[in-house]
T-cell receptor, first 112, second 114 residues
Framework: RKEVEQDPGPFNVPEGATVAFNCTYS??????FFWYRQDCRKEPKLLMSVYSSGNEDGRFTAQLNRASQYISLLIRDSKLSDSATYLCVVNRPSGGSYIPTFGRGTSLIVHP | DTAVSQTPKYLVTQMGNDKSIKCEQN?????MYWYKQDSKKFLKIMFS???????INETVPNRFSPKSPDKAHLNLHINSLELGDSAVYFCASSRERDSFYEQYFGPGTRLTVT
């Protein structure tokens, strides 16, 4: 099983749709979870952190399910500008440190 | 002001050459990273330094040697370049080690080995 897994997509949705992505991780001792967004040929940028109690930032909601070892991202009222690749990041323990481990990303295409 | 900068942005070179990529951050962060993003867009950590000390080395061939002269700079030297080294290399920084804080990425260096 891969350390961090994401459905690569692409998810092709119309403007205004609600779309959800999941990301599963294999190491139950992982700490600190994030969602990053990466536009084509650009660097990743933080979208939001994921807190144990779940958190919301405008149209975006992130949740963590430790029992099932996954994090999720929900995007409501999709905009054309939401088209990008969404990367989940899990910090897994290794040799006394925590190593940031990225999923392969989920591609989202929002069309008119 | 650019928070994390990398030079060069593009690098085209032949197999067997040695090349360096430089990274600088002006955020006052303690921790810096090098990542490799391959053609399938998989972003994988290579190294991490905290206050000039190597803390993460993810089974990278020893042709790759990071150097951190101070906590604001982390350079990557690659010896005897191979075709498989072609990728985008991203530098990043975060406030402290163990990555519990947001990472800020540089714009990337697109390396092509011919």
């Amino acid at each position: 099983r891969k350390e961090v897994e994401q459905d690569p997509g692409p998810f092709n949705v119309p403007e205004g749709a609600t779309v959800a992505f999941n990301c599963t991780y294999s190491n139950s001792a992982s700490q600190s979870f994030f969602w990053y967004r990466q536009d084509c040929r650009k660097e990743p940028k933080l979208l939001m952190s994921v807190y144990s109690s779940g958190n919301e930032d405008g149209r975006f909601t992130a949740q963590l399910n430790r029992a099932s070892q996954y994090i999720s991202l929900l995007i409501r009222d999709s905009k054309l500008s939401d088209s990008a690749t969404y990367l989940c990041v899990v910090n897994r323990p290794s040799g006394g440190s925590y190593i940031p481990t990225f999923g392969r990303g989920t591609s989202l295409i929002v069309h008119p | 002001d650019t928070a994390v900068s990398q030079t060069p942005k593009y690098l085209v070179t032949q197999m067997g050459n040695d090349k360096s990529i430089k990274c600088e951050q002006n955020l006052g962060h303690d921790t810096m990273y090098w990542y490799k993003q391959d053609s399938k867009k998989f972003l994988k950590i290579m190294f991490s330094y905290n206050n000039k000390e190597l803390i993460i080395n993810e089974t990278v061939p020893n042709r790759f040697s990071p150097k951190s002269p101070d906590k604001a700079h982390l350079n990557l030297h690659i010896n005897s370049l191979e075709l498989g080294d072609s990728a985008v290399y991203f530098c990043a920084s975060s406030r402290e080690r163990d990555s519990f804080y947001e990472q800020y990425f540089g714009p990337g260096t697109r390396l092509t080995v011919t």
